[in-house]
């Protein structure tokens, strides 16, 4: 382990691939969430901490189940059960802590369920740390890394969206343009200034 592969990853999750802007994964959260800073905030939060986790038990359920027994052909239903148990502890505490908050997540929070940024993260850090089907030196920790960074990434564009449509929400915006044209447009917008992180080598 070295920092400058902890460096390499934050950049490339956050800025360079970012999860949203560059991989476009988690599209429908981004766009329905981000109307205002508070929601996006909460949101964010929660998908950082179910990809965080996520990628915890995925490292260890692949690294000592499905490679000893030879059932790495189950590693995509193994990752949804996975994320799916997170995410409803997730549910089932913001219920408790913030009902207000719960309600009006609606449907989108257990789409955190199916959310594809979320089972992306389990799914590139197998592709990532393991070789063959071995581990590599440090890939638990790279994992764990990976996970909070994409949570990062993911927060940036969330915080950056939904401020950006706050502002919007006072100017005089055509009606033919108002809440997911204008949104489309914004995140179409953004995804090319993100684009440009593509240039930096590490």
């Given amino acids: 382990m070295s920092i400058a592969q902890f460096l390499t990853i934050f950049i490339s999750a956050v800025f360079i691939s970012n999860v ?25 939060l929660a998908v950082m901490f179910v990809t965080t986790m996520s990628s915890i038990i995925t490292w260890i359920i692949y690294r000592f189940l499905l490679i000893p027994f030879n059932l ?42 199916v959310n594809c940024a979320v089972l992306g993260v389990a799914v590139l850090n197998i592709d990532m740390f393991f070789v063959g089907a071995k581990a590599v030196n440090g890939s638990f920790v790279y994992s764990t890394f990976q996970g909070i960074c994409v949570g990062l990434g993911y927060t940036l564009a969330m915080l950056l969206m939904s401020g950006v449509r706050e502002r919007l929400d006072l100017c005089n915006v055509p009606k033919a343009l108002k809440d997911f044209p ?18 930096f080598k590490f």
């Fill in 20 to 44: 949203i802007l560059s991989r476009f994964l988690g599209l429908c959260s981004f766009v329905a969430i981000s109307k205002e800073t508070k929601p996006a905030l909460a949101m964010s």
């Fill in 182 to 199: 204008l949104a489309f447009i914004i995140a179409s917008i953004m995804s090319l200034a993100f684009m440009g992180f593509n240039g």
């Fill in 72 to 113: 790495t052909y189950l590693r995509t239903i193994s990752f949804i059960l996975v994320i799916a148990t997170f995410v409803q502890l997730v549910e089932m505490v913001i219920r408790k802590i913030s009902p207000p908050m719960y309600r009006f997540f609606g449907i989108y929070l257990p789409l955190i369920t």
